[in-house]
């Protein structure tokens, strides 16, 4: 077989894996969430590890950081600034407290970083999307965290995942420029 086809065949595989994570991903967006806690599409969402509980007026939430979010305790999802998630070189699977005061002022702690690798590539973009490609999958990458580099298309990237879990997205631990 020759190269060429070896390459475009990789390819093809690479692209109906992320077809499929996507439409995974927007399948959980608009399903109840009872048959998702159910699903074996969400086998690896589980929050039975997670706990949430009351103190001295403030609500806590453990959760999961999912990427643009973090999947809570009490199954609901949870905003995080990029800024925080991006500076924090947060790690999908990272297991993080959220405190919220009686105010509603939300403070985050990590208080279980999940176990991680570290990997370089080249930044690339697809759509509108910061990318690298690590062992023929690709991650998604913080827009914050690319900007925060000043990081260009065709840069090599030093990104942290996660060591033993799948994941769509890499954080960013540093930028080496393309000279």
């Known amino acids: 077989m020759n190269k060429n086809k ?5 390819d093809l ?10 439409a995974k991903a927007i399948l959980k967006e608009i399903m109840d969430e009872e ?3 159910d699903s074996s599409l969400k086998v690896n969402l589980s929050t039975t590890w997670l706990n949430s509980y009351t103190e001295a007026d403030m609500k806590i939430v453990e959760w999961v950081f999912t990427w643009e979010e973090m999947l ?3 199954w609901n999802k949870y905003p995080i600034a990029a800024n925080y998630a991006s500076k ?3 790690v999908q699977w990272d297991k993080l407290k959220l405190t919220i005061d009686p105010t509603g002022r939300m403070t985050y702690k990590q208080i279980e970083p999940i176990e991680r690798e570290t990997k370089i590539w080249i930044l690339a973009m697809d759509k509108d999307k ?4 690590i062992d023929w999958k690709a991650y998604n990458l913080l827009t914050a965290a690319v900007t925060h580099y000043r990081a ?6 030093t990104v942290i995942i996660p060591k033993w879990k799948k994941a769509t997205y890499a954080a960013v631990e540093w930028i080496v420029p393309n000279n």
């Open 130 to 133: 910061y990318q690298v490609m």
């Open 35 to 37: 048959w998702i806690k």
């Open 152 to 157: 260009n298309i065709w840069d090599s990237i």
């Open 6 to 10: 070896i390459t475009a065949l990789k």
């Open 13 to 22: 595989i690479i692209s109906a894996e992320s077809s499929i994570e996507n």
């Open 88 to 90: 924090s070189k947060l």
């Open 72 to 74: 809570g305790s009490d």
